[in-house]
T-cell receptor
Framework: GDSVTQMEGPVTLSEEAFLTINCTYTATGYPSLFWYVQYPGEGLQLLLKATKADDKGSNKGFEATYRKETTSFHLEKGSVQVSDSAVYFCALRRGTSYDKVIFGPGTSLSVIP | GAGVSQSPSNKVTEKGKDVELRCDPISGHTALYWYRQSLGQGLEFLIYFQGNSAPDKSGLPSDRFSAERTGGSVSTLTIQRTQQEDSAVYLC??????????FGPGTRLTVL
């Protein structure tokens, strides 16, 4: 079945460091791909998305490119801040009209000053 | 409202009691989803509604779990005879047709 794999962490970085969180997926067809973020004590928020191959999603300095050839959707940010400390979830949704989101296990990120 | 709302935000109950969790989706969103977030299990899909019908109930863990949606809006997730393993954060999301799912803040359920 469809699935998402991502590095589980925890990941600890110093402020202004470069961030990469790897995400790969297994799915039939052409899923939409998402990164969701969960800040401490808060609910899930959509961070960015891409709906077709080679699309790049971006938001708040984060980027991820939909790579169908490698079935990947790695999250990157050039310079992290303390406020980026959160859990990041890679996810997919199959390209049908209504469908559940399948989440990866989440990656905990801590950014230290 | 502007976003998905859920109530209560926290619920503590005793093993064997029934609980009801409520979700108010974003106005106009036709699809509504329930997920569960627990330690060791990550985020699990439970059920989704298209309008008032539930085409996919595949994620409900047992027959103690049920959900309904009325008027194409509010949804209630009911857990009967709660067990300690039901302790989790229950998340609701809503979306338009083929669009992004937006999540509520969740209900944290603790079964003692």
């Amino acid at each position: 079945g469809d699935s998402v794999t991502q590095m589980e962490g925890p990941v600890t970085l110093s402020e202004e460091a470069f961030l990469t969180i790897n995400c790969t997926y297994t799915a039939t067809g052409y899923p939409s791909l998402f990164w969701y973020v969960q800040y401490p004590g808060e609910g899930l928020q959509l961070l960015l998305k891409a709906t077709k191959a080679d699309d790049k999603g971006s938001n708040k300095g984060f980027e991820a490119t939909y790579r169908k050839e490698t079935t990947s959707f790695h999250l990157e940010k050039g310079s992290v801040q303390v406020s980026d400390s959160a859990v990041y979830f890679c996810a997919l949704r199959r390209g049908t009209s209504y469908d559940k989101v399948i989440f990866g296990p989440g990656t905990s990120l801590s950014v230290i000053p | 409202g502007a976003g998905v709302s859920q109530s209560p935000s926290n619920k503590v109950t005793e093993k064997g009691k029934d609980v009801e969790l409520r979700c108010d989706p974003i106005s106009g969103h036709t699809a509504l989803y329930w997920y569960r977030q627990s330690l060791g299990q990550g985020l699990e899909f439970l059920i989704y509604f298209q309008g008032n019908s539930a085409p996919d109930k595949s994620g409900l863990p047992s027959d103690r779990f049920s959900a309904e949606r009325t008027g194409g809006s509010v949804s209630t997730l009911t857990i009967q005879r709660t067990q300690q393993e039901d302790s989790a954060v229950y998340l609701c999301a809503s979306s338009l047709f083929q669009d992004t799912q937006y999540f509520g803040p969740g209900t944290r359920l603790t079964v003692l």
